[in-house]
């Protein structure tokens, strides 16, 4: 089915360690994003990306790095996690024109917990 | 940034319609108004959107004040499926993209 595919799922890191979180999206959107959702709140976007080779700072970006290296793919990368980094991940994508009359398309997340 | 204001929790019977409000007082005329849905450990999900006319979608209907500064979201006969935390977000441009900006949402409880 087409949508969007974050990897992995779940992970546990240790404080320091690094890691990578993989969105892939099928619909030929230009626009793609990242949240973070800690428990009892909204999302709040990490990053964003208007399109290949190009990212841009959201409302919560420190101790986060991207890359948007083919049109499809949206990489989230932690360089040394930190506790306060425990959240569940979401990645988005949309279209670059009218974008209001399509909406934006969610993965199911992935449930980080560093320790 | 324009903000949206949301009753926390909203609690409906099955088989009932369920109207869950959403409060834009600040909205600026290019403001989308966007209602998603997120399930339980679910990514959200997109419901219905408009900009001044009510609109109406397969899976709800959206209700807008004339003056914009309020919306109201519109659930036609709720199911226990439709329990949810239900956004309503205003699109915005930050020049270079438009951005979903998240409150807290309303839980919807529904009653079987």
């Known amino acids: 089915n087409a949508g969007v595919t974050q990897t992995p799922k779940f992970r546990v890191l240790k404080t320091g360690q690094s890691m990578t979180l993989l969105c892939a999206q099928d619909?030929?959107?230009?626009?793609m994003y990242w949240y973070r959702q800690d428990p009892g709140m909204g999302l709040r976007l990490i990053h964003y990306s208007v399109g290949e080779g190009t990212t841009a700072k959201g409302e919560v970006p420190d101790g986060y790095n991207v890359s948007r290296l083919k049109k499809q793919n949206f990489l989230l990368g932690l360089e040394s996690a930190a506790p306060s980094q425990t959240s569940v991940y979401f990645c988005?994508?949309?279209?670059?024109?009218?974008?209001?009359?399509?909406?934006?398309?969610f993965g199911s997340g992935t449930r980080l917990t560093v320790v | 940034d324009a903000k949206t204001t949301q009753p926390n929790s909203m609690e409906s019977n099955e088989e009932e319609p369920v109207h869950l409000p959403c409060n834009h007082s600040t909205i600026s005329g290019t403001d989308y108004i966007h209602w998603y849905r997120q399930l339980p450990s679910q990514g959200p999900e997109y419901v219905i959107h408009g900009l001044t006319s009510n609109v109406n979608n397969r899976m709800a209907s959206l209700a807008i004040a004339e003056d914009r500064k309020s919306s109201t979201l519109i659930l036609h006969r709720a199911t226990l499926r439709d329990a949810a935390v239900y956004y309503c977000?205003?699109?915005?441009?930050?020049?270079?993209?438009?951005?979903?900006?998240f409150g807290s949402g309303t839980q919807l409880t529904v009653l079987p």
């Open positions: 619909m030929n959107h230009e626009y």
């Open positions: 988005a994508s949309s279209y670059h024109r009218d974008t209001a009359n399509y909406g934006y398309t």
């Open positions: 977000i205003l699109l915005w441009d930050s020049g270079s993209a438009r951005q979903l900006t």
